[in-house]
């Protein structure tokens, strides 16, 4: 057996006496601290990220919503790892990302990945959207030219962008055209999850619109599950199943959108919604 089947074979049966597959995402206890700079005035660290507890079913939407300084980007990176906690555990398909090699962690890796709020700084100016498109396949040596290029083409059909853009440069598309190209990238790798950090809040109204409404039509095609933070509740109504509300880096509410938007059983969701129009 390949040692990450054996790590996951091993953490499954030690967590799991029920029998039930594990979620796609479980996350437990999950604690971040910052230290602070000394003279900053507000004791010796700062903890961002507060024993968070959740979980995401595969192909399902879980928004985390916050106002700033919350902990929403700081837990997007402990989810993918690419910040390590200070306490608590996260894991995907029952394997705990802590116990995977470097090589393994990266093999994770394909399974999630990362949309960030502005496509603009994430996409280098100098590359085509097609070379783009490609460098998760070249970086993880999937394919041959021919079936990259084929492959290019397909990731711009599915983020609704015509061929000709696979020669354009970052700086010759719109800014909803970038988070098309963004999300294209994320998929190229064929994850189970996005998570998506922001991922509408600097474009237009408009624009944030037809954003919701490509990633609601990727989840129906694709099955692709979304950890979706915003600050925005109505975004995380639109396309979210699911909503976590995050106050001072703790979630203070978890439940069906539907439920947490009828009857908010805390104060501060209450809140929140008030100033929802
Ligand atoms: P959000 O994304 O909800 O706006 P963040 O996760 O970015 O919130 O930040 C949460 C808190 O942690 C903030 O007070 C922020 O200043 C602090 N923070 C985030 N990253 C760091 C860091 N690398 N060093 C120190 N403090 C940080
Ligand atoms: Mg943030």
Do not use: W
């Not at 203070?252 to 959108?257: A, F, L, M, S, Y």
């Amino acid at each position: 057996t390949a040692p990450a089947d054996a790590a996951k074979a091993a953490a499954t049966t030690a967590d799991r006496t029920d029998g039930a597959a594990p979620p796609l995402l479980e996350v437990s206890g999950l604690t971040r601290d910052f230290d602070l700079p000394r003279g900053s005035g507000r004791g010796r660290t700062l903890r961002a990220v507060d024993g968070l507890d959740f979980t995401l079913a595969r192909g399902e939407a879980l928004a985390l919503v916050g106002e700033s300084g919350s902990g929403k980007s700081t837990t997007a990176r402990l989810v993918l790892r690419l910040d390590r906690p200070t306490a608590g555990t996260v894991r995907l398909d029952g394997v705990d990302l802590a116990s995977l090699t470097s090589r393994q962690l990266r093999d994770s890796r394909r399974r999630m990945q990362l949309v960030y709020q502005n496509p603009f700084a994430s996409l280098d100016p100098r590359f085509t959207v097609r070379r783009i498109v490609e460098e998760p396949l070249r970086a993880f040596r999937i394919g041959d030219r021919a079936e990259r290029r084929a492959e290019a083409a397909r990731l711009l059909d599915l983020v609704a962008l015509p061929a000709r853009f696979l020669e354009r440069r970052p700086a010759e598309l719109s800014g909803g055209q970038r988070q098309r190209v963004a999300i294209a990238r994320a998929l190229a790798l064929r994850p189970d999850l996005l998570v998506c950090d922001e991922p509408v809040s600097a474009l237009d109204v408009s624009v944030q619109a037809q954003i919701l409404e490509l990633l609601a039509e990727l989840r129906k095609e694709l099955g692709l599950g979304y950890l979706f933070i915003t600050h925005d509740l109505a975004v995380a109504r639109q396309l979210c199943d699911r909503v976590a509300v995050l106050r001072d880096g703790r979630l203070v509410e978890t439940g069906p959108t539907e439920r947490v938007f009828a009857e908010p059983v805390h104060e501060y969701t209450r809140e929140l919604l008030a100033a929802v129009p």
